[in-house]
């Protein structure tokens, strides 16, 4: 299935065309990580896996899991279930995922001997989550959209070079500021990996595609262009490139500071919770459309949702280009009648 | 002793003129956390301590390792050694420092009983901290200044709401949206044990006063001007009707995004890494001194120390009322050689 530039055959993708900020009859909103722990129905199909990786190599569990916030919350979009480290899993590097604490990659990347054994030809053995796509696609309503999506080259890296997740980054920045071409070949393997995998996951029906840029903000100004952005852009040229049809969401966590210099071929900028979106749509919007982006933390009361999504209305209402989402994702302890709420009051909210 | 506004009796303290943005023969420099576990004076100082809260009440060990960057480094201020949590320690709060992790409060403030049971009176508990800073200004050059400091009312109320250090602010944030009044009251009952430990710090010799908010860019921006920079502000304004001729400088991590609405009777903004000078300058030093913001690591190696000195320079060279210092604070394993060279070569730099 091909959908034409911002305009679905034979149905309306109001995800789509907000993307390419085209008139929808409300705002469009999914939830970043809306396939999480604070479902039943997503704890339950986890059971059914051994283990997280199990879970995520499994297809028929991540479609299952994938389409579990489109039937309960109403959201109009679908995020394919996956995890932003099996681009390294499958590159060969060992990942360990622990209940209740991050990832661990126990034998990090440090020399350049590290970097060859990388496998660039990892795109490949991701067929998993290829094939977990074609099958939420079958099962999807006509009228949702169907998001691909990958960890940015830099957020990735750091994960790789850390050893997990981390406080102060001091060994990636070390290499960042002492031997920085080693850094760049890094992040060179990793955005070709990307571009493929984001092309293949298109190919497999995912009809816009979002890069996740999470540790971004964690680098002063020339070295968030130097090593951050100019490899999502460059993914992004990619793609535009082969699929002009796709929509390209990056979302930049603690890209605040810096958004007068973004740029680059994408369609939508994702904002994060401390980017108040009157300074986005100030800076960015006459370029690109926007998504976001509430604080997560109002999920835990209606009436702090209601003056959240109030606010973004006060905001982005009545343009056309605007995505609903929160600036971060789910959290375990969120209530999903909460989450119900927030996707009908958004939808009821933004109608026109 | 009492320093006059911005001209210190009968000798040269660079660092307050900086303050004031009058004229000085170079920009001043001190580093965030430069009494620390990088230099092996400070290790041994340590390890006469029974353990870092005995290491904080212990008035001349305080004030050793206070006084040894200005030794070693050549500082242009000491800043007292101490650490935030002695408000919440002696507002009676149970606080436990274990080596290689965060602290852990595991008695956390919940309700309003909790808050009553707060003692008011803290300050009056941190005599040592008093003590120490005295014993620092009698054996400290006339030409360097002392710098009091605490933590922010919002950064003190995360830890002793959460227990302890926190990734998501979970519990502090629901109570933000879900029971801002409970959350008003610690922070407000903070405010005033804050303005007197200042105060009191100010009364026993510091020549100006830094209030660290750590956490403030955790929050929205909403948030951060309700429950963060507001009881800033209330303090400085406490502080400035009793001591105008002490500067007040105030660090917000994450405020980079909320520069334009930054407000208050404070001196100096001290600039996180992530917040571009040159923005920052743009925004706030036609009211402000500017403070920062060199990213850490790049003390990890000398020609990207150079390359961060000389860029703060482009921006900041020849204009009264720049102190030089890390967009945050020193690491454990930071070189000293490389701190002596960095503020050998800022004084070099901006000389004039």
Redesign the interface.
């Known amino acids: 299935m091909r959908i034409e530039r911002g305009c679905a055959k034979g149905f309306a993708l109001i995800f789509i065309d907000a993307c390419f900020k085209k008139p929808t009859p409300t705002a469009p909103v999914w939830l970043m990580r809306q396939a999480g722990r604070y479902l039943a129905e997503y704890r339950l199909t986890r059971a059914k896996a051994k283990n997280f990786i199990d879970f995520c190599r499994r297809s028929d569990l991540a479609a299952e899991a994938t389409l579990q916030p489109i039937d309960i919350l109403g959201v109009d979009a679908a995020i394919i279930f996956s995890d932003i480290l099996v681009v390294p899993l499958e590159m060969g590097m060992k990942v360990e995922f622990a209940e209740g604490r991050g990832p661990v990659l126990p034998d990090p990347i440090r020399t350049r001997a590290d970097i060859n054994r990388l496998l660039s030809v990892a795109a490949d053995t991701l067929e998993y989550v290829y094939d977990a796509l074609k099958i939420v696609r079958r099962n999807l309503a006509a009228d949702k959209a169907l998001i691909g999506f990958a960890g940015s080259p830099w957020t990735l890296a750091t994960y790789m070079i850390e050893g997990g997740g981390s406080k102060?980054?001091?060994i990636v920045?070390?290499m960042?500021?002492?031997d920085p071409a080693l850094l760049h070949m890094i992040l060179q393997k990793l955005s070709d990996v990307i571009g493929d995998y984001l092309l293949r996951q298109i190919d497999a029906g995912a009809n816009a595609v979002q890069i996740f840029d999470s540790w971004g903000?964690a680098?002063?100004?020339?070295?968030f262009f130097e090593f951050g952005w100019s490899y999502m852009k460059q993914i992004v040229s990619r793609i535009k490139m082969e699929r002009a049809d796709i929509p390209v969401i990056l979302f930049g966590k603690?890209a605040?500071?810096?958004l007068e210099e973004i740029d680059g071929d994408f369609d939508v900028f994702s904002a994060d919770?401390?980017?108040?979106l009157e300074?986005a749509k100030k800076v960015l919007f006459d370029r690109y459309a926007l998504q976001g982006n509430m604080?997560?933390?109002?999920m835990?009361?209606k009436a702090?949702i209601e003056i959240g999504v109030r606010?973004a209305a006060r905001v982005m209402g009545g343009e056309n280009g605007y995505i609903f989402n929160l600036?971060h994702g789910m959290?375990p302890?969120f209530n999903r009648g909460n989450a119900k709420f927030l996707v009908d009051f958004v939808h009821q909210i933004f109608a026109r």
Chains 1, 2 share one sequence.
């Open positions: 102060n980054y001091a920045k070390k960042a500021y002492s903000g680098l002063e100004k020339s070295a603690g605040g500071g810096y919770w401390n980017t108040p300074r604080e997560p933390a109002r835990y009361d702090a606010e600036g959290q302890d």
